[in-house]
């Protein structure tokens, strides 16, 4: 089969499509046929070096596609899935957990579902286990348009939030058609005005941007972070939210298949939409990684087979 394997790391030149044996699922694993993977930030953080992964490795975290072999209880051959990939997702075949999956719903395509896991499990995360957003409260979105920063939007709405979406001018109306309340201009307007209105602040930037935010944070309200891998000064930024009584949470995106089934259903049912910024093949995964390394995307990027 073919696969998108990184040797060494580097540039995007290190990204080899080439033949490899297809992967042998355990005990609780399924072998799905990759419909389609999508591209996170920290596929070309590996590929570069910012984070250790053993080498050599095919990369993708986020897979949608068919089970051709289940050694799982739960799935069976034929079955629809979309989730997290153990054997890496930029390839034809890939396995996967039984508990880091789910049933993709009729409807819902396979490159949209593709986009789904990683984004739609850590906004769900940052939003509601650790931000602890409830109906009524406001939460602002620092980001908005990106991967996660879509989906975020949505969720937020649909809990009954009121949404703040920050962002450049370009997409202003992007966002605001997601259902966010009010949009801010970073490069125009007083972001840190904003922040001291929201309970949730959803950093989604990082950087300059949290350190913006961790100024404006108001007492009781919480600082979510998803920067990958954390930054080495996140005690700092905890200890002067508390300083400020408020709390700062790094959010360590996890496994939940009952979350990504409510997602999955969320998308099915037409109450959120996935943007795609590009769908290519799987030889263009160059292509795919300077696309998202340029941190200007609106929406996912995915790959198909």
Known sequence: ????????????????????????????????????????????????????????????????GTVELSRAQGFSA??????????????????ARAGEIAHKPDGVRFDHAAAIPMSGLTAWQALFDHGRLERGGTVLIAGAAGGIGHIAIQLARFAGAHVIGTGSSRNRDFVLGLGADEYVDYTREDVAAAARRADVLLDLVGGDTTRSLLQAVRPGAVLAGIAYPPPA???????????????????????????????????????????????????????????????????????TP
């Open 1 to 64: 089969m073919k696969v998108v394997v990184v040797h060494a790391t580097g540039g995007t030149d290190v990204l080899s499509h080439e033949d490899a044996e297809p992967p042998e699922p355990g005990d609780g694993e399924v072998l799905i046929r990759v419909r389609a993977a999508s591209v996170n930030p920290v596929d070309w953080k590996v590929r570069s070096g910012l984070v250790d992964r053993s080498l050599p490795v095919v990369l993708g975290d986020d897979v949608a």
């Open 78 to 95: 034929g079955d629809d899935v979309l989730g997290w990939a153990l054997s890496g997702g930029y390839a034809v075949l890939a396995t």
């Open 233 to 303: 000064d996140w005690p700092a930024t905890e200890q002067a939210a508390r300083d400020a009584g408020a709390r700062a949470e790094y959010v360590m995106t996890r496994a939940r298949p009952d979350q990504l089934t409510r997602l999955a259903e969320l998308v099915a049912a037409g109450d959120m939409r996935i943007e795609l910024a590009a769908v290519l093949p799987l030889t263009a995964a160059r292509q795919a990684h300077e696309l998202s390394e340029s941190g200007h995307t609106r929406g996912k990027i995915v790959l």
